[in-house]
């Protein structure tokens, strides 16, 4: 006979039987395995004889109500000679730990229900990494290119009197571009992508922008981390490069 315990909780021998597993993976953007969730519902029976009967069965369903009121357990179940199989969720390889979904609950209570034998249904569930901490789960890039391609630069004038006009104010002009995009992973601190073209960054204050987020959290854990990053470069040649592609 089996057992299925949940922390330092135990049912009765052959109490608990599973309704259904369900396992599922979460994809990144970038179509990469990353979160397995693991659902379990579950159904069991308690059942008590003599004279207390249902003080007895009462007192169980108090108990069973009492360990899962509480998320943060590993739950299992365990062969009859005691050992764990196959059907565990670890509580220290869940996201922010194994939560109660399906609090203890009952369908329709008539006859000797709760008086002699009580069904009731729970469910518990648990996500866990399977992608490394280097797995790239998000990647863009963007170059801009916005200049006049080197040649005259114009400015319109307006004169005290008759029509405005266009006059060239230079013979050549620089070439610019920019370079932004974001990259995200489970390593913090993940670091932003190469420059382009280093040896024509602008020399402003705002030529380099590097930009991390806070992770989102599940239940307390951080599950990804990103940086965004914008370049500036101008140039008196046309720049001669092409965007990166990762995924």
Do not use: C
Request: overall charge neutral.
């Amino acid at each position: 006979m089996t057992v299925f315990y949940y922390g330092g909780f135990s049912h009765p021998h052959a109490e608990v039987a599973f309704a259904g597993i369900q396992r599922t993976i979460r994809f990144s953007e970038t179509q990469r395995e990353n979160i397995l969730r693991e659902s379990w519902q579950l159904r069991g029976k308690i059942v008590r004889q003599g004279p207390n009967s249902q003080r007895l069965v009462l007192a169980a369903l108090d108990e069973i109500r009492q360990a899962y009121s509480r998320h943060g357990q590993s739950a299992g179940l365990l062969d009859p000679e005691g050992n764990q199989t196959p059907f565990l969720l670890d509580n220290s390889k869940a996201i922010g730990g194994v939560i109660v979904t399906n609090p203890v609950s009952h369908g329709e209570l008539s006859g000797s229900e709760t008086v002699t034998y009580l069904h009731y249904t729970f469910g518990l569930q648990m996500e866990s990494f399977v992608s490394g901490p280097d797995t790239l789960l998000a990647y863009s890039e963007q170059v801009t290119f916005s200049d006049n391609r080197g040649g005259p630069l114009q400015v319109g004038r307006v004169p005290v009197s008759g029509l405005p006009i266009v006059q060239n104010v230079t013979t050549n002009s620089f070439y610019y571009a920019t370079q932004s995009g974001s990259l995200t992973t489970r390593t913090p601190q993940p670091q932003p992508e190469a420059m382009l073209f280093p040896g024509a960054l602008m020399g402003d204050p705002h030529s380099r922008i590097v930009t991390w987020s806070s992770p989102p959290m599940q239940r307390g854990v951080p599950t990804e981390y990103t940086v965004n990053w914008v370049y500036k470069f101008r140039s008196v040649a046309p720049f001669n490069g092409q965007v990166h592609s990762r995924g």
